[in-house]
């Protein structure tokens, strides 16, 4: 195997200047692939909590680029409008319908001309009714409709404010809203000074380490933090869905969460504080935790955070944290309390403890029980006290979920016991009921409770509907997507077990819903979504399996453009992300299916089918190794993994091994550009959003365990910009000028692009006005598009011929 020299010395860790590209016009792809782009997608669903309707909610994932241009705010880890005091949101969403399975009846929401829908509606407790956002110029106003008959109205005259999450929840008279409002009577936004006050000052802590995260979008100085109080500020009130009539619980103040005991007497609230950071994102603030009454008045204290920024790589808080209200209680509050500092490297007998307390809190909490692992979540039976317990162990990467009486702890029994990336063994989710009294539990009959199963298997996946006796562990399957589709399992229609409302879809047929009767064996159909690009009916969808040198199963989904003729050698696009395992066995499981019905969005590398390609979508990439060290063979691992795919593609006769270009985003864009430096397999490469030199992301990156000073050889040695002078491929690098995710800055590809261009080499560098991550703006896209086809077609696709 070729692997070049992957040593480099340690200057290549200077920034170069970086002289700013030409800004030119937007460019389109070709005319049936841009139509493509801009066909109406499905809509967005949301199932009433009585299983007796889906909501519908039409959106626009692409708007124009004016949208994301609009004037936002970056602050504490956070993007907001100032003009709607909202954070920032590029989807439209345009129409809600109301679709009734037994009566099949159609009710369309009746939405105000002069608005805007805000976001997802959320469902009263008894489905009669929805609640909504409607933007207007002065703000996010609560909007209330009746799902019987569609009509709407204002509810009050409140603005919402969902800066630090959600702007209201139901309160289970199916009445009263509890809402976050923007302050009635606040003065206008602060302005920044005209001159500084003084330097911005930082400074350590002797003993402390703070080892965080390369985050974005933080506090700068103070006239951030002026602007992130008044943006963020919010006020509780109590809102009548039906006159509008409010109450107000609190003064104004920055709550990060307010939550209902199951008795609707009290209220868990968490509150940010001064002293704020320029260091970590919001919920890392100074905060405080308290149980108040119904009227807003504290009760007691439960916990006091300083600034978070020490918290262990990979560990959790040393403290009070996951504070819920117990299901089947009036007012019983639970939390965890971590017992090894929070730091998973510290040895422990014992990783947590849970607490509880009961209402009126004058007590000291009682401990319930003590986990040997980190305890990572519950799920709630629908008889008290009986749960399902998982605990997470980072040294093996293994779930284990118990049976727990939480009265008697010591008794518990495992219930499913798995690699956390076995996917063959994942029994599913729960499948939840909402109870009268408003708590959500385990649907169940007697012992037996239904799980929603992906359906893993050697030939793909097979979504299953079991049920699981929680004593014994035995399974039933009672329903199993068909061959040749793929069919997953929505809810119940009803209270009658025997129907069934799932999403069906094939390779030719779009995902609708459907009422399927387990009697009968039978579906009716409830919706009738179209192919949005049925001239692309004809591809070909291929899942394909083959084997890495080391004897690791690969596998990935192989498309091929319609009218493909056996034996016709096609140029190949791969486009793929890795992952780590910690062995061979998990490494290589089948993943996906190759009976979905394919979605042609956004800025798919699957378009590349339109211009003649094969493309292998989601080809595994997999890092297997001890996960302390694994990195350390990241190199050999992929490029052994893309070559493997490569030769047996070709063996088959499809493709022109001399004409294959790699791509990928975020982490699969620092594959990419590692792919080019250290093999000679690919004719091109397209790389968009990565992050390229990782002594920029010292603390870590994707499942990296170790500092960049604990591991500087693999650090150095896994960058590609430190491998800048061997990247002797033509490098496409795309980048949204706003990215806004952990580690991938735009000057990771401005000095990767520079470095290539330093050395002689080929690469182009595309920088989005004000996009984040993910390309999100019409404009934008389409420009993807054609940036990929003319990079593929100059340097890697030749003078081929379409079929």
């Keep these: 195997m070729r692997i070049r020299n992957k040593t480099r010395p340690f200057f290549?860790?200077?920034?170069?200047?970086?002289?700013?590209?030409?800004?030119?016009?937007?460019?389109?792809?070709?005319?049936?692939?841009?139509?493509?782009?801009?066909?109406?997608?499905?809509?967005?669903?949301?199932?009433?909590?009585?299983?007796e309707a889906i909501l519908l909610v039409d959106y626009n994932p692409n708007p124009g680029i004016a949208t994301l241009a609009k004037p936002f705010l970056r602050l504490a880890g956070l993007r907001i409008d100032p003009a709607l005091n909202c954070r920032q949101n590029a989807t439209e969403y345009t129409t809600i319908t109301v679709r009734w399975l037994l009566s099949d009846e159609t009710v369309r929401?009746?939405?105000?001309?002069?608005?805007?829908?805000?976001?997802?509606?959320?469902?009263?407790?008894?489905?009669?009714?929805?609640?909504?956002?409607?933007?207007?110029?002065?703000?996010?106003?609560?909007?209330?409709?009746?799902?019987?008959?569609?009509?709407?109205?204002?509810?009050?005259?409140?603005?919402?404010?969902?800066?630090?999450?959600?702007?209201?929840?139901?309160?289970?008279?199916?009445?009263?809203?509890?809402?976050?409002?923007?302050?009635?009577?606040?003065?206008?936004?602060?302005?920044?000074?005209?001159a500084p006050a003084g330097p911005v000052v930082d400074e350590t802590t002797p003993g402390k380490r703070a080892q965080v995260r390369t985050f974005q979008d933080l506090l700068q100085n103070a006239d951030d933090e002026r602007l992130f109080e008044y943006y963020a500020a919010s006020q509780l009130v109590l809102v009548s869905g039906g006159t509008g009539k409010t109450t107000q619980l609190c003064a104004p103040g920055l709550y990060?969460?307010?939550?209902?005991?199951?008795?609707?007497?009290?209220?868990?609230?968490?509150?940010?504080?001064?002293?704020?950071?320029?260091?970590?994102?919001?919920?890392?603030?100074?905060?405080?935790?308290?149980?108040w009454d119904q009227r807003g008045k504290a009760l007691r204290t439960l916990a006091e955070y300083p600034v978070s920024d020490d918290i262990p790589r990979q560990g959790v808080i040393n403290g009070p944290r996951n504070f819920q209200w117990q299901p089947l209680y009036p007012a019983r509050l639970l939390w965890v309390e971590a017992l090894d500092g929070g730091d998973p490297t510290n040895k422990a007998d014992f990783r947590d403890k849970l607490l509880r307390l009961d209402a009126p809190f004058s007590a000291d909490p009682g401990e319930v029980l003590k986990t040997q692992h980190r305890l990572s979540g519950f799920d709630w039976t629908a008889t008290r006290d009986i749960a399902l317990l998982e605990e997470y162990s980072r040294e093996r990467r293994w779930n284990t979920t118990y049976r727990i009486d939480l009265n008697a702890p010591a008794g518990k029994t495992a219930l499913f016991d798995r690699s956390q990336q076995d996917d063959y063994k994942n029994p599913g989710n729960p499948v939840y009921t909402r109870l009268p009294g408003g708590d959500w539990v385990m649907l169940q009959d007697g012992d037996w409770a239904w799980f929603n199963?992906?359906?893993?298997?050697?030939?793909g996946d097979f979504p299953r509907l079991d049920r699981i006796n929680l004593n014994t562990g035995e399974k039933e399957t009672v329903f199993t997507c068909p061959a040749n589709a793929y069919e997953t399992f929505v809810l119940f229609a009803g209270k009658d077990r025997q129907l069934l409302v799932t999403r069906y879809q094939s390779k030719t047929e779009p995902p609708n819903f459907y009422l399927f009767d387990l009697k009968t064996k039978t579906r009716r159909a409830l919706t009738a979504f179209k192919d949005p690009a049925p001239q692309l009916t004809g591809v070909e969808k291929r899942l394909v399996k083959y084997t890495r040198p080391d004897g690791v199963p690969l596998s990935g989904t192989l498309y091929l453009p319609p009218g493909y003729q056996a034996g016709q050698r096609l140029p190949l696009f791969i486009w793929a992300y890795p992952l780590e395992y910690s062995d061979a066995a998990t490494a290589g499981q089948v993943r996906g299916s190759e009976n979905t019905f394919t979605f042609y969005r956004n800025d798919s590398p699957l378009f590349f089918v339109t211009q003649g390609y094969a493309v292998l979508m989601n080809a595994t990439m997999p890092v297997v190794g001890d996960p302390e060290t694994m990195n350390n063979t990241f190199l050999p691992q992929t490029v052994?993994?893309?070559?493997?795919?490569?030769?047996?593609?070709?063996?088959?006769?499809?493709i022109d091994r001399t004409r294959v270009g790699v791509g990928g985003h975020s982490y699969g864009a620092f594959m990419t550009a590692n792919l080019l430096a250290h093999s000679d397999d690919y004719a091109f490469g397209i790389a968009r959003s990565g992050a390229y030199n990782r002594t920029l992301t010292p603390f870590g990156f994707q499942s990296e365990r170790r500092s960049f000073w604990e591991a500087t050889e693999v650090y150095m040695t896994v960058s590609p910009f430190t491998h800048a002078d061997k990247i002797n491929e033509p490098l496409l690098l795309i980048h949204g000028e706003a990215d806004n995710n952990a580690g991938t800055f735009p000057i990771q590809s401005e000095r990767l692009f520079q470095a290539v261009k330093g050395n002689g080499g080929t690469a182009r560098l595309v920088l989005l006005p004000h996009e984040s991550h993910g390309y999100r703006a019409r404009e934008s896209v389409l420009h993807v598009l054609a940036e990929m086809f003319e990079w593929a077609e100059k340097h890697g696709k030749g003078k081929l011929e379409r079929p």
Excluded: C
């Design 453 to 459: 199963t992906p359906g893993a298997s050697p030939e």
């Design 109 to 194: 929401i009746q939405l105000p001309a002069d608005g805007r829908l805000a976001g997802m509606p959320q469902w009263s407790p008894d489905g009669r009714q929805i609640a909504f956002g409607i933007q207007t110029d002065n703000g996010v106003e609560l909007w209330v409709a009746e799902t019987w008959t569609g009509k709407a109205h204002r509810a009050g005259s409140l603005l919402l404010n969902d800066v630090l999450g959600t702007p209201f929840i139901w309160m289970n008279d199916n009445n009263h809203l509890l809402a976050r409002t923007v302050p009635p009577y606040r003065g206008p936004a602060p302005t920044p000074a005209p």
């Design 12 to 51: 290549f860790l200077l920034l170069l200047p970086f002289q700013a590209l030409a800004q030119s016009a937007y460019k389109l792809p070709p005319p049936d692939v841009a139509a493509i782009v801009q066909a109406p997608p499905t809509p967005m669903s949301s199932a009433s909590p009585t299983n």
């Design 256 to 291: 990060t969460s307010a939550d209902w005991s199951p008795d609707e007497k009290y209220l868990l609230v968490t509150t940010l504080r001064r002293p704020f950071s320029y260091q970590v994102p919001y919920y890392n603030f100074t905060r405080k935790i308290e149980i």
């Design 640 to 654: 052994a993994s893309g070559r493997a795919a490569i030769d047996y593609l070709d063996s088959l006769g499809i």
